[in-house]
C-alpha cells in the first residue's frame, strides 16, 4: 500500500506532460514487475490517425523510450494495427488479450486535450484482480491530476494554452537537445535535423464590430469556432496558445518558411470560408517569424507581432512573413544593444 502511495506522490510533483507519462509507467512497472508497460495515443487527424508510444518500458531497460514527438506521422502504425488496443480506445474499458506466452491488458487513458490513449502491461500471467483495480485507480488519479494541470495551463473558453504557459514552454522547446529517444528511424532523424520553430500571431479582424454587433455571447462563439478551426489546420505537436481577446499565437515546427507561410495560408483561408453562425465571414491577419536560437519568447512574439501589424494596415485577411518584410526593407530589424538584452 505504501508503495502506491509513494508512486501516486512521485506522479503528482511533476507539471510536465512529458515527464509525467513516463513517471507513470515506471511506477506501474516498479509496482507489478510485468514483462513491459506502454502508453500510446491516438494522433493525427480524423480519419487517419496512428499509434504514437509516448513511453515504453519492457524488462530490462532502464529508461524508457519513446517515438519522436515531431517525426512524420506516416512512419507511426495506424490504429486499425493493433485491433484489441483500439477496442479499447474506442470503447474506453479494460480488455485482454494473449500473444504467444504474454498476457496483455490494455486500460483506457482519457484526455480531454492530449488525445484518448491506451496503457498497456504486458506479463507472463494475467494481472489478478487487486492488480486490476490499483492500476485502475491510479489511472483515475493520474485522469484527475490532468485535469488540475489543464485547469492551470488553458485558456477556459477554448481550451487552448494559455499565456501564461507560453514562455515556459517556448524555452522548453528551445532548450530541448536535438537527441532523439531510441528506435527513431534515420529518415526522422533527417526530418529532425532540417526542422526548425516559427511563431505566428494570429488576429481576429475587426473583432469589435462582432461583439458591438452581435453581442459578447456570439463573439466568445467565433473565438470558440476559431480555435477548433485551428486545430484541425495544425498538427498534433505544434502548440495553440489564445493570449487573451481576439489574439491567437502558435508554434510551428516546420523545414522552411515557404512551408510555415502555406500553413498559415490554409489557416486563413479556411477561416475565411467558414461560415460563422449569424456573423458570417471573419478573416484573419497573420504574421510570423523564424524562432532563432538563441531567441527569447517576448523577442520573438514582437517580431511576429509587427507583421501582423504590416497586414492589419494593408488590408487585413492576408499573412505576413516578418524575415520577408525586413528582407524586402519594408520592415527594420532593431539590432539589439548589449544593455537592452532580457535576462530569463
Ligand atoms: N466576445 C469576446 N470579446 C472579447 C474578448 N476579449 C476581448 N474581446 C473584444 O475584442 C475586441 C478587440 O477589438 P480591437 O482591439 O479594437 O480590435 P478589432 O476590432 O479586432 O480590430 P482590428 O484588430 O484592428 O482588426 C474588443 O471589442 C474586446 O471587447 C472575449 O473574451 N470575448
Redesign the pocket.
Known sequence: MSKVVEQLAELTGYKDRDVIDVTLVVALKDLLGPEGVSIYRAVGPAGDQRWMTRAQLAVGQVVPRADALTGRLESLPGLDTFPVRLACLQRRELLETQAGDLFVCCFPLVSEHDGDGVLEVTSSQHLTKLEKRTVSAILRVFHNFQGLLDYSERDS?TGLLNRKTFDSSFLKLLGESPGLPVGVSVEDRRHEARASYWLGVI??????????GFG?????E??LLLSRLMRTCFRYHDRLYRF???EFVVLIRCDEGEEAQAVFERLRQQCEAFAFPQVGRVTL?IGFTHVRNPDTPTASFDRADKAVYHA?HSG?NQVWCYERLVEAGVLTEEVKKDSDIELF
Do not use: C, P, Q
Not at 216 to 220: E, K, V, Y
Open positions: 473558453l488576429d481576429i479582424d475587426h473583432f469589435k464590430r462582432v461583439n458591438d459578447h455571447l456570439i463573439g466568445d467565433v473565438l487573451g481577446g481576439e491577419s492589419k487585413r
